[in-house]
């Protein structure tokens, strides 16, 4: 199911509504609401300034919110691998976007948040009740698990796909898929 993004533009206005992974809500600011994109790109970019220093060797220490509970997690397997640069390029933007994150009850809903060059990451709720994280930090934090835990090199390249799971019933995918 795709995702649905309330953008805090601050102000004291009603958050933006906006549906798709965090490249697509960008592109929609740029056509949709302009006043708004330059403050949303300046926050993604500064994320990405901040891990810039890693582009070609994506950081392994990472600090997971201690609220959730790790269950377990798998590489590869189902789930065909991508670039591990690119989905860490896709962490980076989930850290610099702002607002919390729902997602309809579950089990198995699934929602694509970030897509670039092939490489997605999937959020997923499988508790019966509508699931709100406090940040896409979250998201990003299993992301972020998933390719420093399930590493392939080959070529010269290193690859990347899993699951990272949570006991309080959500967990996130790495994957390759066409964006």
């Not at 994280?133 to 990003?140: E, G, W």
């Not at 972020?144 to 309080?168: A, M, P, T």
Request: hydrophobic share 35%; with cysteine.
């Amino acid at each position: 199911m795709p995702l649905e993004w309330a953008l805090d533009v601050g102000d004291g206005k009603e958050p933006l509504h906006l549906t798709g992974t965090v490249e697509q809500v960008l592109d929609q600011l740029k056509t949709t609401h302009p006043e708004y994109e330059a403050e949303v790109e300046a926050s993604v970019a500064a994320a990405l300034a901040e891990g810039e220093q890693s582009v070609t060797s994506p950081n392994p220490a990472t600090e997971v919110v201690k609220r959730w509970t790790y269950d377990g997690h798998f590489c590869f397997g189902r789930w065909q691998r991508t670039n591990r640069n690119r989905v860490w390029q896709g962490v980076m933007y989930l850290r610099g976007v702002g607002g919390r994150p729902w997602m309809n009850p579950g089990p198995g809903t699934c929602a694509r948040v970030s897509c670039s060059y092939e490489a997605a990451i999937y959020w997923c709720n499988d508790a019966n009740f509508v699931r709100t994280l406090d940040s896409f930090a979250n998201i990003a934090d299993a992301a972020n698990e998933i390719i420093n835990l399930c590493i392939q090199e080959q070529y010269g390249y290193q690859w990347s796909s899993g699951q990272y799971f949570y006991r309080e019933q959500w967990n996130v995918i790495v994957r390759q898929d066409s964006c």
